[in-house]
């Protein structure tokens, strides 16, 4: 009997906010939310942004005055949405009109040209056409004589202006002793944390009932951490002038947020591991997750991404290629002088590129005979995800076939499971929706074509790249995170920074939902195909199952009155679980950092030719009678 991953907890933070509770996606349907969740939602984002604080559990202003939520709603909605979403890049990661860089400058002396400095700041070694002279102290004169290079401080606009940005005024590493972690690794802790908290149960608790190496964490970032803390700081540091840290480098790797997770967060000893597969990264992640629980090897996995990408040298890289919405760009697109950045992301729209974003996002999975056993709260399933590549290629950036197979794939998986009329009626899409004309294209006409395989009507396709942006190796956690809100609230978030569809988009029997969000208004949706592309061939499609299909398979499988004594269990999950949620939405995030706690004594170690028992864990790995090869043996 197969193991079914269950989604037990899911948690992170975008350019939407906070995604656990659904706050996130709330966030991007706002204006079909009734009052009472809109205000909880605007009120928790006014706390991450200090726009108000939080003292004896009362909002209050900058001036010490009570506010209510629907008081917030009226002083700071305006505010809150013009600084959530795909915006214009804000100061606090860089000037996009005045971008510094360094310009080549050569000078041929006409006559000696001559200056004072400190001896220590001489080049080495001294060029030719230089002589010095020594002066007082440590000072010396310098003369010049002939042609001279130099590099010179120079600053440009950036063409490329707008991206997905944390909500103004959050930073993650004011959240906990963040000192010297790349921005990509203080989301990762953020974001785990939040996954974690949101499951309702102790992670003690879990870990107490299954084999040390039973747990598993696969992670990473496909752009590795590239600001002056990690990569960025490494390869910049002697060109201006300044020495490399002995962390930058470790701190860089694209793995890392694996490792920040295993050491400081979980204190795993199970199995780990960091798939890179460009914007499909997720994906790639969750399928070895999946496969692993499936196998039995893994019962507990918590799998995400960190991006951080709002930097000067991702914005020139991906610049470079053509494949970000540029001011002038969007400028033509909409005809007129006056650039409105948050409708920079238009999936299937008339676009001009992508937008870059950071965002990380963790969700936790479970097989579901311990999600039973431990009356966690299951927000959806995750049976498959399908990956493939695009054969012979001219242009590594160029799309290719590989997303027929993996999208082909995906619907007959589900097939298998809720029939054929379950997936004509009550399964959708969350596109990748890249925004830029080829995605477009390509993407709708295997969107369509595969919808004509199975015979497939008016099927439902969203993006939440319009929202959020483009977050790289978290995009697909994106999709999948944003799936769960239209489980639970019914609602398909529109494509709002479009006027209409493209001419050029295939949509014979999609169902695109452009312009305002879609009110299922008793439609049932049980099945979520989500799609990513990713450059250099790498195609992945999930398949995710709704809460409400999976409490039947889980009824079906277990027995009526088994589940009965677990739905008993999962209300006192789902009270745990709402506890932290009224902790966070005032600011109190309870960080999950352990630096140099709980070590493990090697030596303490026990082992023995049937199992190991490692010191913490109050199960022992017992080794697994493989039978696998015996056949060859005998």
């Not at 499988?557 to 932290?580: I, N, P, S, V």
């Amino acid at each position: 009997m197969s193991r079914l991953p269950v989604i037990v907890g899911f948690g992170g933070y975008n350019a939407a906010g906070r995604s656990s509770f659904h706050h996130g996606f709330r966030r991007t349907v706002l204006e079909s939310l009734d009052a009472p969740a809109r205000q909880e939602t605007l009120a928790g984002l006014a706390v991450m942004m200090k726009l108000v604080k939080v003292v004896d559990d009362r909002y209050l202003d900058s001036d010490g005055l009570a506010l209510s939520p629907a008081d917030i709603e009226s002083r700071f909605a305006k505010q809150i949405l013009g600084s959530t979403l795909v915006r214009r890049i804000e100061k606090r990661y860089l000037d996009v009109d005045a971008s510094h860089w360094h310009k080549n400058l050569s000078v041929d002396c006409e006559a000696p040209l001559t200056f004072t400095t400190s001896r220590k700041q001489l080049p080495e070694p001294l060029p030719a056409n230089w002589s010095v002279e020594p002066l007082d102290g440590s000072q010396v004169r310098v003369t010049l004589h002939g042609h001279c290079e130099f590099k010179v401080d120079s600053y440009r606009p950036l063409p490329v202006k707008s991206a997905g940005q944390l909500p103004t005024g959050f930073e993650p590493g004011e959240l906990y002793n963040a000192h010297f972690h790349p921005r990509g690794l203080q989301l990762a802790v953020l974001a785990a944390t939040d996954a974690l908290r949101s499951i309702g149960l102790p992670w003690q608790r879990i870990v107490d009932r299954v084999e040390p190496d039973e747990v598993a964490v696969f992670a990473g970032s496909i752009m590795s951490q590239l600001d002056e803390n990690g990569f960025g700081g490494l390869l910049q540091s002697r060109l201006k002038g300044n020495r490399v840290s002995a962390k930058q480098l470790a701190l860089g790797l694209n793995s890392m947020p694996a490792d920040f997770v295993n050491a400081y967060v979980l204190g795993s000893v199970g199995s780990t591991g960091s798939v890179t597969g460009a914007c499909a990264t997720f994906l790639y992640n969750l399928q070895k997750a999946i496969d692993s629980i499936a196998a039995g090897r893994t019962r507990v996995a918590l799998v995400g991404n960190s991006e951080a990408p709002i930097t000067a040298e991702c914005i020139e890289g991906y610049g470079a290629m053509g494949a970000l919405a540029t001011e002038e760009n969007l400028r033509l697109i909409e005809g007129r002088d006056d650039v409105d950045f948050r409708r920079a992301s238009r999936p299937f729209g008339e676009n001009c590129g992508f937008t870059l974003a950071e965002s990380s996002q963790f969700i936790v999975l479970m097989d579901d005979a311990l999600a039973l056993e431990l009356g966690a709260d299951v927000h959806g399933a995750l049976p498959d995800v399908f990956i493939n590549a695009d054969g012979f290629k001219k242009s590594i950036s160029a799309p290719g076939p590989g997303n027929y197979l993996t999208m082909a794939k995906a619907v007959a998986s589900a097939v298998q499971l809720v029939g054929l009329e379950g997936v004509r009626q009550r399964s959708f899409v969350h596109a990748h929706g890249s925004s830029t004309p080829a995605n477009r294209v390509t993407e709708s006409e295997l969107l369509d074509r595969v919808a004509a395989a199975f015979a497939i009507e008016d099927w439902p396709v969203t993006a939440v790249k319009a929202f959020v942006g483009h977050s790289l190796a978290t995009a697909s956690a994106d999709q999948v995170i944003s799936a769960l809100g239209t489980f639970k609230y019914g609602i398909l978030p529109g494509i709002k920074t479009i006027d209409r569809i493209a001419d050029d988009v295939h949509q014979q029997r999609l169902d695109i939902v452009a312009g305002q969000d879609r009110h299922l208004d008793g439609r049932t949706l049980d099945v979520c195909f989500v799609n990513s592309k990713g450059f250099g061939g790498n195609n992945a499609s999930g398949v995710v199952l709704s809460p409400r299909l999976v409490d039947d398979m889980l009824r079906r499988r277990y027995g009526q009155a088994a589940f009965d004594d677990y739905r008993a269990r999962r209300e006192l999950t789902r009270a745990a679980a709402l506890r932290y949620e009224e902790e966070a939405l005032k600011g109190r995030f309870d960080i999950i950092y352990n630096f140099g706690q709980d070590l493990i004594d090697d030596r303490a170690i026990e082992l023995s030719s049937e199992q190991v028992r490692v010191p913490g864990f109050a199960q022992p790995l017992v080794f697994k009678q493989d039978t696998r090869y015996r056949d060859m043996l005998e």
